[in-house]
């Protein structure tokens, strides 16, 4: 499937604003040793996903939304100094 550039732009804008929204929401509510147990098990699961042929999260359609968001997980555990701790 096909899709323009501004269309993709929009999604991995929207999936990066999403995560970062609900990472925010969770740090919040549980705090930050809470969101990193909570961030690096849903990056694992996403990528997981990601490569696993038969998930759906492999497909096109899909699969950018996954990606973006696992980007955005490697990104908030690096900021916060854990990332491959």
Not at 58 to 70: G, K, L, P
Request: net charge positive; aromatic share 12%.
């Amino acid at each position: 499937m096909l899709i323009s550039k501004d269309v993709r732009a929009y999604q991995i804008s929207c999936a990066e604003s999403a995560e970062n929204s609900r990472i925010e929401f969770l740090v919040q509510r549980d705090g930050i040793a809470a969101t990193q147990v909570w961030v690096r098990r849903t990056l694992a699961i996403y990528r997981s996903a990601v490569l696993n042929r038969k998930h759906f999260a492999h497909n096109a359609e899909y699969r950018t939304t996954f990606i973006v968001s696992c980007l955005s997980f490697r990104r908030w555990l690096a900021l916060n100094d854990v990332y491959g701790n």
